[in-house]
Nanobody, 117 residues
Framework: QVQLVESGGGLVQAGGSLRLACAVSGTISVIRSMGWYRQAPGKQRDLVAAITDIGSTNYADSLKGRFTISRDNAKNTVYLQMNSLKPEDTAVYYC???????????WGQGTQVTVSS
């Protein structure tokens, strides 16, 4: 059993910052990748950023420069630092991990981020 617990969402004014965290626990094999996706109402879930077990990162092009992903391997935790937030960043943010050789997907329950104008 694998559990992902997200924290750090909330309401912030445009231009502000938030830091999301996702802690992974349970029966964990090798964590191949950790990342964040987001889903706004009526839209599909899209990749925000991901980081591999060797530290390679991948960002949605539109978010480069404002969002930074990092991970603490000792704590099995991934972070998303979000700066200069815009109303269009409003969405539910989901943590994702890919475990093991076949990269099995696990998802967090989601955390709401609301950016007011």
């Amino acid at each position: 059993q694998v559990q992902l617990v997200e924290s750090g969402g909330g309401l912030v004014q445009a231009g502000g910052s938030l830091r999301l965290a996702c802690a992974v626990s349970g029966t964990i094999s090798v964590i191949r990748s950790m990342g964040w996706y987001r889903q706004a109402p009526g839209k599909q879930r899209d990749l925000v950023a991901a980081i591999t077990d060797i530290g390679s990162t991948n960002y949605a092009d539109s978010l480069k420069g404002r969002f930074t992903i990092s991970r603490d391997n000792a704590k099995n935790t991934v972070y998303l630092q979000m700066n200069s937030l815009k109303p269009e960043d409003t969405a539910v943010y989901y943590c994702n991990v890919k475990l093991g050789i076949i990269r099995t997907n696990y998802w967090g329950q989601g955390t709401q981020v609301t950016v007011s104008s």
